[in-house]
């Protein structure tokens, strides 16, 4: 029964992996499987890589982890708004942030997609500032309230005037801030800077404690939206620039595809020859075992999705073979156990037993070495080590569990 299961399983994943195939056969029945495809790094897809630096200056160090993930899931979100297909957003060292849409040519077009993303915050006059003076820009200083702690921005209209203008609402800490601020400051003026450029300074009227603020100006219904939207999807924690910026060709990145597929393949299929002449039927079983485990970790790629590059399938392609050590490991001691007089069945328990703790260390050890380089290696380094990873794990089970269950089943 078990293999019947085990069997199921692996039609219903190599169905999922690779759906073309099927829906050939059952093309004139008029039934499609339905294709999901893989998410391909921008070394295989080519397109636009676009690198950022944040200025945190003026963030406390230990505030500035929390502002590039800030500025990370903003521009993602900004990305993702203009419809930019599996894009790559990750921090880079410690203030720089870099971009990847795969399939965009033209650089000025990437640009342009994720637009002049604003900077917003809010400023104050000092208590010590004299209001029968002139006041200038220059005047202002920070109140610490910014884009950071928006929570959303939307297009709204003046109940008295009915005029456009673009509602802010803030999250809980900002709330607080621009409860304290407001008091501090009432019948004084409270500028709302974007860009670094004042576009509202409204006086503050009364204490604002509901976390909510409105920019008004000349607007119209259009700009507000627009506004509201860019400030929705891009109030940025920290200023950004843009200090890198290039195109980068498919043309290489298919040639190396097609080549590392090639040496994926020869090389399943040389494991497949040793299994089977050096083991015999326990090779098949291994072989079914390689396979099971090759859907199932392809599978995984699809559904997380993981970005396969060129590092990524590199560690997938070693990964096959460390998939195949277990079983070794596994078959090498049942033949010990039969030699030592033991039955078949009597053989197979021991030989898993014994060959477990080993099987167990060695996994852990390419493990532990695989989520060390994720998290400190440079990106190209990380898709080696997520393929990896999820390669190591998924070799436990299928040089274990499905191996086991065939053999059970069969001796059986």
């Keep these: 029964m078990r293999i019947v299961i085990l069997i199921i399983i692996f039609v219903l994943l190599a169905v999922f992996v690779y759906p073309q195939l099927p829906n050939r056969w059952f093309g004139n029945f008029n039934f499609q499987f339905p294709e999901k495809q893989f998410r391909l790094g921008l070394d295989l897809l080519g397109g636009a890589q676009l690198v950022y630096e944040a200025d945190l200056v003026n963030i406390l160090e230990s505030e500035r982890g929390d502002s ?26 410690r203030n720089r942030l870099i971009v990847e849409m795969p399939q965009v040519k033209d650089v000025a077009e990437a640009i342009q997609l994720i637009g002049e993303t604003p900077f917003l915050e809010f400023k104050k006059l000092p208590e010590s500032f004299d209001m029968t003076q002139e006041i200038s820009v220059e005047n202002f200083t920070s109140t610490g309230l910014s884009g950071k702690q928006l929570k959303r921005a939307y297009l709204s209209f003046d109940s008295s005037t009915n005029l456009p203008h673009v509602s802010l609402e803030f999250n809980n800490d900002g709330k607080e801030l621009l409860s304290e601020i407001s008091k501090r400051n009432l019948s004084r003026p409270l500028a709302i800077f974007l860009d670094g450029q004042p576009i509202s300074i409204p006086i503050v009227r009364d204490e604002i404690t509901n976390g909510q603020a409105v920019i008004d100006g000349q607007f119209t219904i259009n700009d507000a939206r627009d506004l509201a939207i860019r400030l929705s999807a891009g109030a940025l924690p920290v200023p950004i620039h843009l200090i890198s910026q290039q195109t980068i060709g498919p043309s290489l990145g298919r040639a190396s595809l097609e080549q590392s597929l090639k040496a994926g393949l020869y090389g399943l299929i040389a494991l497949v020859l040793f299994m089977v002449i050096f083991y015999r039927g326990y090779g098949l079983i291994a072989v079914f075992a390689l396979f099971f485990y090759t859907v199932s970790v392809l599978t995984i790629f699809k559904l997380l999705p993981v970005t396969l590059t060129l590092a990524g399938i590199a560690g997938f392609i070693l990964s096959l073979g460390m998939a195949v050590d277990g079983n070794i490991l596994i078959f090498s001691r049942i033949k010990e156990e039969i030699r030592e007089g033991k039955s078949r069945p009597a053989a197979m328990e021991a030989g898993f037993s014994r060959a477990w703790s080993s099987i167990r260390d060695s996994q852990i050890t390419t493990l532990i070495a695989a989520v060390i380089l994720y998290i400190f290696a440079t990106s190209l380094v990380k898709g080696f080590a997520l393929t990896l990873a999820i390669g190591t794990i998924f070799s436990i089970f299928s040089a274990v569990y499905v191996t086991k269950a065939f053999l059970r089943s069969i001796y059986k």
């Excluded at 590039?68 to 060292?93: T, W």
């Design 68 to 93: 590039m993930e800030g500025v990370r899931d903003v521009i993602e979100r900004r990305v993702n708004l203009f419809g930019v297909a599996e894009p790559v957003v990750q921090i880079s060292g």
